[in-house]
């Protein structure tokens, strides 16, 4: 416990501003921004989350974009170094530069090459039924909202400009379009070899860009094994 003088003279406290979010108290609708804002973190974590529990070159490979499209921003803000609208309406900002918007860069990003991934990649793989474009298709519109949440969000919640949003959008758009075809032509045909480094084989990393359809494929191979275990078992108690 703490004693006395040192809570007498407490020091200059500072916050983890990664998550910290503002909004006007009261507003249902800022607070419900404000939590639409910080998509871009659980996004992370759920690529961290594939990453781990997948170890899959590609996923590997969007995720190195999104963390060059952030170091690229944050390039770009010190460069420009134009402020943040209203200043000093937040206490706690990670810099105080606003063009352009990270999270609508971000978010921009991860959606179009989304798209690209959806219609292009998967495209040339399968004969699609109408069924798995219908999905394609909802996908597509639900990610399209989610960016344009995001990004409203930023002008609404006064951490960013319209403008400064939408160049972000544009910055996110085509280093995604870039990113999305760096991958494709030049880092996909290294994919196999990259997979066979000794390295790679011992942290199970592995490459899926030749087969069209990961969920399905996945899903048959894991029920015939459990099958072919389930007949083994049986045999045995036999």
């Not at 983890?16 to 871009?40: K, N, R, W």
């Not at 803000?77 to 063009?99: D, Q, S």
């Not at 490459?207 to 045999?235: C, H, M």
């Given at each position: 416990m703490?004693s006395?003088e040192q809570?007498s003279?407490?020091?200059r406290?500072?916050?983890?501003?990664?998550?910290h979010?503002?909004?006007?108290?009261?507003?249902?609708?800022?607070?419900?921004?404000?939590?639409?804002?910080?998509?871009?973190?659980?996004?992370?974590?759920?690529?961290?989350?594939?990453?781990?529990?997948k170890?899959?070159l590609?996923?590997?490979?969007?995720?190195?974009?999104?963390?060059?499209?952030e170091?690229l921003?944050?390039?770009l803000k010190?460069?420009?170094?134009?402020?943040?609208?209203?200043e000093?309406a937040?206490?706690?900002?990670t810099?105080e530069?606003?063009?352009?918007s990270?999270?609508?860069?971000?978010?921009?990003f991860?959606?179009?090459?989304?798209?690209?991934?959806?219609?292009?990649?998967m495209?040339q793989?399968n004969?699609?039924?109408?069924?798995?474009?219908?999905?394609?298709h909802?996908?597509?519109?639900?990610?399209?909202?989610?960016?344009?949440?995001?990004?409203?969000?930023?002008?609404?919640l006064m951490?960013?400009?319209?403008?400064?949003?939408?160049y972000g959008?544009?910055?996110g758009?085509?280093?995604?379009?870039?990113?999305f075809?760096?991958t494709?032509?030049?880092?996909?045909?290294l994919f196999?070899?990259?997979?066979?480094?000794?390295?790679?084989?011992?942290?199970?990393?592995?490459?899926?860009?030749?087969?069209?359809?990961?969920?399905?494929?996945?899903?048959?191979?894991?029920?015939?094994?459990?099958?072919?275990?389930?007949?083994?078992l049986?045999?045995?108690?036999?």
């Amino acid at each position: 416990m703490a004693s006395e003088e040192q809570c007498s003279v407490p020091p200059r406290w500072r916050s983890i501003s990664l998550t910290h979010v503002e909004y006007p108290a009261g507003d249902l609708t800022g607070q419900v921004l404000a939590y639409t804002s910080l998509l871009p973190i659980a996004i992370l974590v759920g690529f961290i989350t594939l990453i781990v529990f997948k170890r899959e070159l590609h996923t590997i490979s969007f995720f190195g974009g999104l963390i060059l499209n952030e170091g690229l921003n944050w390039l770009l803000k010190h460069i420009l170094r134009e402020p943040r609208p209203c200043e000093g309406a937040h206490a706690t900002l990670t810099t105080e530069y606003g063009m352009p918007s990270s999270h609508s860069q971000f978010i921009w990003f991860f959606v179009v090459y989304f798209f690209l991934f959806l219609y292009l990649r998967m495209h040339q793989t399968n004969n699609a039924r109408c069924v798995e474009l219908l999905w394609r298709h909802v996908l597509s519109i639900i990610l399209l909202g989610v960016a344009l949440s995001v990004s409203y969000s930023r002008v609404y919640l006064m951490y960013h400009s319209w403008s400064q949003v939408i160049y972000g959008g544009v910055a996110g758009s085509i280093i995604g379009v870039v990113w999305f075809f760096i991958t494709q032509e030049v880092l996909t045909p290294l994919f196999p070899k990259i997979a066979a480094w000794p390295i790679s084989e011992f942290f199970l990393v592995r490459d899926t860009s030749l087969i069209p359809n990961i969920l399905w494929f996945e899903y048959t191979v894991t029920r015939s094994e459990a099958r072919n275990r389930q007949r083994k078992l049986g045999t045995k108690l036999q």
